[in-house]
């Protein structure tokens, strides 16, 4: 157990993706709970000058970085690459694991693998599906690559493709269409590799996306998820799967959909970064169960630390 008095802590926020904002309120709750509990903290905002980064970790000397980044860049292995090379521990997953997750047809890929149901899907470039119907509607359109429902579309039945929504398609050159899950929308916390609870989600107009996500009162949150008993053990056993198989650390969410004519989950995406904002799920679901935000905080500063301390051991 490290000493919160004697640990400094490098808390990454902000970046130059599209979750920015999601970012910077993350790393405030972030750093309210190190503050408070005795840790020496530092934020930075990271620019693409690597340089720059390098030469404040050179500066402060953290004991670990706490990684309030989310999105691409940051949340894909690619951060934690760099981290790993400066030999610097820092908190939630690995390389490998985050770009696993962060990769949406490979995380689907490896969790089918492994028994977990996902929906039907293939990856299109913009030019195959901009002025045609890749599968019949309802389908989902996402980028490969991004987070926080950026970038999401629901094509809907007698709808025109979407083409006629946008005009370019913004975001990384691959495109993942999905059939359009009908049901419930759930999230599950693991932490420590073992599932805690299942939160459901139900957004008063449209779909749960970015702004039904981070707008306050535009979607209702039920804990502990309004879901049959079995399915509700189900979904706790599919998520430890997912967070196992993809190699995950520290605390992961896990969303699902659940299809009530079915009685079936399927899997969206496992997110390696869950927020920290006051919206966000994995601190409610912790919280119904006993489980504080700072005990969160203290528990991932303990894993990162513990983590890069087991792999200096094992050189």
């Not at 000058?49 to 030469?55: E, R, S, T, Y």
């Not at 693998?113 to 509607?137: F, L, N, Q, R, T």
């Not at 966000?280 to 303990?302: K, Q």
Request: proline share 6%; hydrophobic share 40%.
């Amino acid at each position: 157990m490290h000493n919160p008095k004697e640990t400094t802590v490098l808390l990454l926020e902000g970046g130059w993706n599209a979750e920015k904002e999601v970012s910077l309120n993350s790393a405030q709750s972030a750093y309210e709970s190190l503050i408070a509990q005795g840790y020496s903290v530092t934020r930075y905002n990271p620019t693409r000058d690597i340089k720059a980064l390098c030469a404040v970790i050179e500066t402060i000397k953290p004991h670990i970085i706490f990684n309030a980044l989310h999105g691409i860049y940051f949340e894909d292995g690619r951060l934690q690459g760099l981290l790993d090379i400066l030999e610097i521990p820092y908190t939630h997953s690995n390389a490998l694991a985050s770009a696993i997750a962060m990769h949406k047809p490979t995380a689907k890929n490896i969790a089918h693998a492994h028994g977990v149901p996902v929906a039907e899907g293939k990856v299109y470039e913009w030019h195959e599906i901009k002025d045609s119907h890749p599968m019949d509607p309802p389908y989902v359109i996402k980028p490969v690559d991004e987070g926080s429902s950026v970038g999401v579309f629901i094509i809907q039945k007698g709808g025109a493709p979407v083409g006629s929504l946008l005009k370019d398609w913004p975001y990384s050159k691959s495109i993942l269409v999905e059939r359009y899950i009908p049901g419930q929308e759930i999230s599950v916390a693991v932490m420590d590799n073992k599932a805690i609870g299942i939160l459901e989600l139900r957004p008063k107009g449209g779909f749960y996306d970015y702004k039904a996500k981070y707008t306050d009162g535009m979607t209702d949150h039920i804990m502990p998820a309004n879901i049959p008993n079995d399915a509700y053990e189900q979904a706790l056993r599919y998520a430890e799967k997912a967070h196992l198989a993809m190699g995950c650390d520290g605390i992961t969410r896990s969303d699902f959909r659940y299809d009530t004519d079915k009685n079936a989950l399927y899997l969206m995406e496992v997110n390696t970064q869950p927020g920290f904002t006051k919206l966000s799920i994995f601190p409610e679901i912790c919280a119904y169960y006993g489980i504080t935000f700072n005990e969160i905080v203290h528990w991932l500063i303990e894993d990162g630390l513990c983590r890069a301390s087991k792999a200096k051991g094992a050189l």
